[in-house]
């Protein structure tokens, strides 16, 4: 697809723009119930099953708002460096008509958010940068109109009730983005984060996390900003970052060939990786927002405050930096391995375990993810524990086994369960760092070698790793590599 954006304007032409970039982002909230009622969240249930009156938008049916979709809320707001919003916060009708909005308004909230005023920061090119976070704010979801399959789907559209009034957060970003890649490292990292705090799952297929960009273009130098449009339908990362490419670069166009980006709303079509426009803003939406009658303001005291603070775990970025700092990995690995919560757990116990952190880093995210991701499995399903990977590490630190052996080792870990002391035993692999017995094989190697031993001599030290190889051969690798190098250095002169 960046052919797509590319065929649009050169490079050169591109590279004289700057590209300025806000995300809405909605994120499903975890909650068992939904936000106003008592009706289940639970995905995948026959149509029109999870409803009442409250959901359904019945008459005389009145709100009544969930604490769990509350706190977690406030938890994701001070995950995003937030101000909780005092005294109160308030919730406002959003009205429109829709089929699958059988209220005939949203239940979110407007002027006076939950929180306001935080900031995320990422990663990008080994720069660190801070995304202005605007607003954190409750709202209830709508339902969904199905369009497809069913046998009279070419005259009718179906509605699918049971996502009404499920609990979501819509996160607002300052625009502060500069590149496609700056929005996908910030949803990268808003993801992460909120899957930290146990808010949501953020599962993208499921519409647990939607996004929108708002996307305008400057020539590189000027302070002011452009006219935005602002794109939806971004359901994956991989969407996110194609169509934003694409968007950017069709407003430089635009602007090249003379003409005015118009502030409009457009979908983007994965299929041709282009953005389509949908509506401009005369068309726009007059949601005639007030405030929602049927519940009260929302007011978290200092008591319900500190308690959800103090329930926070630690956050990625801190996770990251005391990865750096404990136990020596580089800015990179401790990226990688702090990328799910159940990775850095598994990564901590087994850190723990042994003497080298930074050895154990390299098994984990080398071979075992390697691994793991060949059998399609997760950390968690892991058949060798961080505690045996801790062993695996130790024997080779204290030079009980070479690197060449453990790695021998490690899949038959992996596929038995077993330890790494367990099938040493049973297999007879343990080192040999028995000089008698070393010194004997080497005679052999160099016995049988002698045109090499007259290189070697005569200034080849390259020859030198010909050797280590044979006598690893005739030992299966079991050989102390060390001991070796040694041996034949003085056997050699
Ligand atoms: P609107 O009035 O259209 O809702 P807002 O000012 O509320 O616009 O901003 C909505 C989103 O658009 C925010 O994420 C914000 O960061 C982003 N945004 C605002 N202006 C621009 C711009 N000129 N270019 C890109 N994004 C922008
Ligand atoms: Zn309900
Ligand atoms: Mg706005």
Redesign the pocket.
Known sequence: MASTASALVPPEVLARYEA?????VHVQLATRTKIFCACPTSFGAPPNTNVCPVCLGLPGALPVLNRQAVEMAVKAALALNCTIRRPYSQFARKNYFYPDLPKGYQISQYDKPLAEHGWLEILVDGKRKRIGV?RVHLEDDAGKSLHEGFRDSDRFTYVDLNRCGTPLIEI????DMRSADEAYAYLNELKLVMQYVEVSSCDMEKGHLRCDA???VRPRGRQT??T?TEVKNLNSFRFLKQALEYEIARQVAVIESGGVITQETRLYNPDTGETVGMRTKEHAHDYRYFPEPDLLPLRINDAWLERIRASMPELPAQKRARFVEQYGLREYDAQVLTLTRALSDYFERAAAASRDPRAVANWVMGDLLGALKAEGKEITESPVSPEQLAELVDLIVGGEISGKLAKEIFPKMLATGESARTIIEREGLRQISDAETLSRIIDEVLAANPKQVELYRGGKAGVMGFFVGQVMKATRGQANPQLVNQLLKEKLG
Do not use: C, Q
């Open positions: 300025v970039i806000g995300l809405e605007t607002v970003s300052e625009p708002n996307v305008s900003f452009g935005k």
